[in-house]
């Protein structure tokens, strides 16, 4: 309806210089189109599930679920978790585990009930797109608030001048009045409403949080630490965005790494057991140079319900 508002009534029907109305509608369809492109993406790019040598092999799972000790239940997720780069903890010091998907979690991973799997680096569950937020379609959320606020400030700012006109009775045309009249309402209730959300993710962002770790913080091996993955304003922003500047405001991949491995603030190499064979990591593809993964934390079982 904005797009038949702002282009028939207000550009082909009210406006009268040529001028204008080339001015008007070539600024309003790039950005409606970069507004449309980064909704397509947000909604049609899946949430990325964790790879392969997460899932719990055949013969574990059938070690695991014939186990009934607690104690030998944890060595056989612990034989598990050695091999992957894993650090983050329950608030009981547990192994992140989900018993629904039968893998251990990467770090910032969590499971979706409405999209039934475990999304990497996940975010929220967004209604308005009908997706998951995560790694894989953050960048392309973020920049959908952004050209949403755009589109709505621009339609604000440009029909704003014919509002007046309409309301001191200057034009009198009665259908293009009531749309143009009610096309400045929804422009700045919903310039509103998404510049606190907006604002929101650009804060969590500069912190290097999900909205998830926001509410709670990620557990470490010293414990909870809200800043755990805070690496500076520009590593935050490069993380999601990319070190290529000329594609932050393009909705393509571009976000660092591959959602599995992040590193962190404070914890080292030297005090992660994990990291003690480091062939093992190689032979893995899951090299730390080669992936930028972070350090720390020892190991234990969640079992999440």
Request: a neutral charge.
């Amino acid at each position: 309806w904005s797009y038949y508002a702002y282009v028939v009534e207000l550009c082909l029907v009210t406006l009268i210089s040529s001028v204008e109305k080339v001015a008007y509608l070539t600024l309003f369809h790039v950005i409606f189109v970069f507004f449309v492109w980064t909704y397509w993406k947000s909604v049609f790019t899946p949430p990325q599930q964790p790879d392969k040598k997460f899932q719990m092999s055949y013969s574990d799972k059938e070690r695991y679920e014939n186990e009934e000790r607690p104690e030998a239940q944890r060595q056989i997720l612990m034989e598990m978790a050695r091999k992957l780069p894993v650090y983050t903890r329950t608030v009981n010091g547990a192994i992140r585990f989900c018993d629904r998907c039968q893998l251990i979690k990467p770090d910032r991973c969590h499971h979706c009930s409405v999209c039934a799997t475990c999304v990497l680096k996940m975010d929220h569950h967004c209604p308005w797109v009908n997706n998951c937020i995560g790694f894989s379609n953050y960048k392309f959320f973020l920049l959908f608030l952004a050209y949403s606020l755009l589109y709505c400030m621009y339609i604000a700012a440009t029909v704003f001048k014919y509002f007046i006109k309409f309301w001191t009775g200057e034009l009198t045309n009665g259908r293009s009045k009531f749309h143009v009249l009610f096309l400045l309402f929804v422009a700045i209730m919903f310039f509103v409403s998404l510049l606190f959300l907006f604002g929101y993710h650009c804060w969590l962002v500069s912190q290097n949080r999900s909205t998830l770790e926001a509410f709670s913080a990620p557990v470490f091996q010293n414990g909870p630490d809200k800043n755990g993955f805070n690496l500076g304003f520009v590593k935050n922003l490069q993380q999601v965005f990319g070190e290529e500047r000329s594609l932050w405001l393009l909705p393509v991949a571009s976000s660092q790494g591959d959602g599995h491995f992040f590193p962190t603030r404070t914890l080292s190499e030297a005090r992660n057991p994990l990291l003690a064979n480091e062939e093992q990591w190689e032979e893995d593809g899951l090299d730390d140079d080669s992936h930028g993964c972070h350090r720390g934390s020892s190991l234990a079982i969640e079992m999440e319900t």
